[in-house]
């Protein structure tokens, strides 16, 4: 990877802020777009705007053959079976709700459980809270290891024959833990479970082969992965998706429509209700290209080594706090930490005064929070565009930042 060459498809990055030049650190919300999706949104509105499916004029096939082509796409990038596995959703949120909604709502009863971990994002808990408070069925929590990881010992003893659902986030957006989905999946199907994955954190970061995993559901989010927003996808074994109803219901989606009932269409587009997501999911098309040209190898071999470098800087600072395993191995690249006695948004606000951009929060966490015995914590997030040299203005920026209020208070 030519770090400084993947830069220069960056706009954004190519600027000041606050005086100073911008280091963006917070890929984990929302990660920069690179000039071939930006072109492609903006050829896509220029050249063939029209709706898809329905028209049978020039612009209509177009874009038709734009939107269908993007979910080939996707099904390559994640080695699905079918594209009528392949769902087109607003993200990773839309997508985990499509399952509790449909898949969970009509499959579970009162006494089965849904498992899943401390360490996760609230659209893969409240959907499950919600649907448990209207089937009778029990939420169980995976404990955590001392360093935030999944034991597998911990799953055996926590998944029962009386569990119809697991569901876990593959990598972690507070700790980066990489969680072992793989061996997971195979515990929950041993036990007649399914398994959900939130794959918000790594479809962007790692290969996904989801006939490897043996997950029966995925969802991810296109922002994260240099797409637009308002696009994600939620990938399902085609049988499960076959047997499920759609939560919404309108145009596009129906076969035939009569006075007092109605058919739907088949996968996957009777989860596709009104006029979907076209130029988001050519943008996420665009996005996979890209990715794929650089490598999806590559691009988690470049982060492991900037958490490493990450870990190993930040580590010297008297009084940080690092959340997670401090073994890169085991991690993505995201760092999550604390300065002793300075509030996590008085960090993110000094740094951003340096042009340093991270988040600071829950994180959308905050079962997770009370876990780690802290109310807010700041992130440092980095992808495929981040260089060392943008970690050690982190580092310097920290070490303003500690002095800063150790002379204040």
Not at 8 to 31: H, R
Not at 61 to 87: C, L, P
Not at 256 to 267: A, G, I, Q, R
Not at 345 to 365: F, M, N
């Amino acid at each position: 990877m030519n770090i400084q060459d993947i830069r220069k498809q960056f706009p954004i990055l190519d600027q000041e802020v606050n005086g100073k030049p911008l280091v963006y650190l917070d890929s984990a919300a929302t990660s920069q777009k690179p000039v071939q999706v930006i072109e492609t949104l903006e050829r896509y509105y220029r050249e063939y705007n029209s709706n898809v499916h329905r028209g049978v004029h020039t612009l209509g096939t177009k874009a038709t053959d734009a939107y269908e082509g993007a979910r080939e796409k996707v099904r390559k990038f994640i080695n699905a079976k079918s594209i009528q596995e392949i769902i087109f959703t607003r993200g990773t949120t839309t997508a985990l709700n499509t399952v509790a909604a449909s898949y969970a709502a009509a499959n579970l009863k009162e006494g089965d459980e849904i498992v899943i971990s401390y360490m996760e994002h609230h659209s893969n808990i409240i959907p499950w809270q919600q649907v448990a408070k209207r089937t009778g069925a029990q939420l169980k929590y995976l404990p955590l290891q001392e360093d935030g990881t999944i034991s597998l010992d911990d799953v055996r003893a926590t998944v029962t024959s009386n569990t119809k659902i697991v569901s876990i986030m593959q990598v972690s957006n507070v700790l980066g833990v990489i969680n072992p989905i793989k061996e997971i999946a195979q515990i929950a199907h041993e036990n007649g479970a399914i398994m959900v994955v939130d794959g918000a954190q790594s479809a962007p970061h790692m290969k996904i082969d989801v006939q490897d995993l043996n997950c029966d559901f995925l969802a991810f989010s296109g922002h994260k992965m240099c797409g637009p927003t308002g696009i994600g996808v939620l990938y399902g074994k085609k049988h499960l998706l076959e047997n499920m109803e759609p939560i919404e219901f309108g145009g596009e989606m129906i076969d035939f429509v009569e006075l007092y009932d109605s058919t739907w269409k088949e996968l996957p587009w009777k989860f596709e209700g009104g006029t979907p997501i076209i130029a988001g999911a050519v943008g996420l098309g665009a996005a996979i290209d890209f990715l794929n040209e650089i490598g999806l190898d590559q691009i988690a071999e470049h982060e492991q080594k900037l958490a490493a470098y990450a870990l190993e800087k930040m580590a010297k600072i008297e009084g940080i706090q690092i959340y997670g395993p401090l073994d890169p191995a085991k991690r993505a690249g995201v760092v999550t930490f604390n300065i002793q006695d300075v509030h996590p948004h008085d960090v993110a606000t000094v740094l951003d005064a340096e042009g340093i951009a991270v988040r600071a929060g829950h994180h959308c966490a905050q079962p997770l929070m009370r876990w780690l015995k802290a109310t807010a914590t700041a992130r440092a997030s980095f992808y495929l565009y981040n260089t060392e040299e943008d970690i050690d203005k982190l580092v310097e920026g920290l070490v303003k930042t500690k002095e800063y209020f150790s002379d204040v208070f």
